[in-house]
């Protein structure tokens, strides 16, 4: 190797070194400049949320402003026609506490199925049932049991109520008797308390929109009843 070898190693080096320097820079630039963008976009971003909120309150209103924006979002995309009274009662509503993070515990196993729920039993015969050596009956000794959650669907029917009329025919001028009208949260309603209470249940607690809860009542019970009735 000639002395000239090692300065020629040391200049190309210098070389690379000197242009990962200016790549290393023009990385820095792109990056700089592709926070910048994203910077811009979240403010874009939050200016637009923020008129659509405006846009929300002013179609439910002012007893909106205090709704949060999941609150606006179902009324106005979920609830299309919602009233100002249900908007009212919807602010007035207290806001739900977030629950606080609780430590992960190493899972349990599998859940077992509560106690008080009643059991039916289903048994499934061995499809075997004689010996293959001697041709024997063979002895049920037990099961091998498991579990399932099952559920009945709902079944919707017309509740005939026939009130007594009676009247006393030993009597020219007897008056005939009528069973009083049990008490009834709507009356002469066609829906039975039962229903009007599993109506407010499915919208107030299980956030059902009462036109979706009419899509169901046609399907499950070919019932025909318009969201201004189920609103009433």
């Known amino acids: 190797m000639s002395v000239s070898d090692p300065q020629l190693r040391i200049a190309q080096l210098q070389a690379a070194l000197c242009a990962a320097q200016k790549e290393l820079s023009a990385t820095h630039g792109e990056l700089q400049s592709a926070r910048n963008d994203l910077k811009w976009a979240n403010l874009k971003i939050q200016a637009l949320e923020e008129k659509l909120r405006l846009r929300r309150i002013q179609i439910l209103g002012p007893h909106s402003e205090t709704l949060s924006d999941l609150q606006l979002k179902l009324l106005v995309e979920d609830e299309p026609g919602v009233t100002s009274d249900e908007v009212a009662a919807e602010a007035a509503r207290e806001p739900v506490a977030p629950k606080p993070e609780r430590e992960r515990?190493?899972?349990?196993?599998?859940?077992?199925?509560?106690?008080?729920?009643?059991?039916?039993?289903?048994?499934?015969?061995?499809?075997?049932?004689?010996?293959?050596?001697?041709?024997?009956?063979?002895?049920?000794?037990?099961?091998?049991?498991?579990?399932?959650?099952?559920?009945?669907?709902?079944?919707?029917?017309?509740?005939?109520?026939?009130?007594?009329?009676?009247?006393?025919?030993?009597?020219?001028?007897?008056?005939?008797?009528?069973?009083?009208?049990?008490?009834?949260?709507?009356?002469?309603?066609?829906?039975?308390?039962?229903?009007?209470?599993?109506?407010?249940?499915?919208?107030?607690?299980?956030?059902?929109?009462?036109?979706?809860?009419?899509?169901?009542?046609?399907?499950?019970?070919?019932?025909?009843?318009?969201?201004?009735?189920?609103?009433?």
């Open 105 to 232: 515990k190493p899972h349990p196993g599998r859940e077992k199925l509560p106690t008080s729920l009643p059991r039916v039993e289903k048994i499934i015969p061995c499809a075997e049932q004689s010996c293959g050596s001697c041709g024997k009956e063979t002895a049920l000794i037990g099961y091998d049991t498991s579990e399932q959650l099952e559920v009945e669907p709902a079944r919707y029917f017309v509740y005939e109520i026939k009130r007594e009329k009676r009247v006393c025919r030993g009597c020219e001028d007897a008056k005939v008797k009528t069973a009083p009208v049990e008490d009834r949260i709507v009356e002469k309603g066609l829906a039975s308390d039962t229903v009007v209470i599993d109506t407010v249940v499915k919208k107030y607690c299980d956030h059902l929109p009462l036109y979706r809860q009419a899509v169901i009542l046609e399907r499950e019970a070919g019932l025909e009843i318009s969201r201004a009735t189920l609103d009433g």
